[in-house]
């Protein structure tokens, strides 16, 4: 798929892999709607993969710290706003703001290598959050904030990759019928975090 996407704020031209039901760019923000029963998951216990969520990205050399506010029209459980790396189809990670279970909105991350782990972190009372994706050399960390100041830790972890990787937007809606994110304040600084459990 050749059709390129421009954000300002990336250093980068984004491409789709896989397309959304709709979507819109408009200067620092980025709206998709995914389709229904749409994921990005490699299960652990064997069943296969699904990688049909629509997904944006473009490649990034070095480190950087990679942003958005993310906010989700949450229906049904799974429902996902996510900042998305991606090496290839065994080795990705996504920082999601994610619809669980129990009807609340959450933070949780999942990486990637081979089979896909998941990780839960906390629930917040609100339908957007600031999400932040760091690399620091081999390492890359995923950060959460209610406000884009004060960033929580949510993942500390290493990610088979070269000194270049693709970086971007992912909605999903596992079990419903659809899903609309948006992500705005969309921000990116070619270096990484340099306290990685105080977040600065």
């Given at each position: 798929?050749?059709?390129f ?30 389709g ?93 959050m600031?999400?932040?994706v760091?690399?620091?050399g ?9 406000d ?53």
């Amino acid at each position: 798929m050749d059709e390129f996407v421009s954000l300002p704020p990336l250093p980068t031209p984004l491409t789709w892999h896989t397309l959304p039901t709709q979507w819109r760019a408009t200067g620092v923000s980025l709206t998709i709607t995914a389709g229904a029963r749409t994921d990005l998951f490699t299960d652990p216990r064997g069943a296969a993969p699904v990688h049909d969520a629509p997904r944006l990205l473009g490649a990034v050399s070095g480190n950087f710290q990679f942003s958005a506010r993310v906010g989700v029209d949450f229906a049904a459980t799974f429902d996902v706003g996510v900042l998305l790396v991606w090496h290839d189809e065994d080795h990705w990670a996504k920082l999601c703001f994610e619809y669980s279970p129990r009807g609340r909105p959450m933070i949780v991350s999942v990486v990637t290598r081979g089979t896909s782990d998941d990780a839960n972190a906390f629930a917040v009372p609100m339908n957007q959050m600031w999400l932040r994706v760091s690399r620091m050399g081999a390492a890359f960390a995923f950060h959460a904030s209610t406000d884009g100041r004060l960033w929580e830790l949510i993942r500390h972890f290493g990610l088979e990759a070269g000194e270049t990787i693709n970086l971007g937007f992912l909605a999903q809606s596992p079990t419903g019928a659809g899903c609309t994110v948006v992500f705005e304040e969309i921000g990116f600084v070619p270096e990484g975090v340099h306290d990685i459990r105080g977040g600065q």
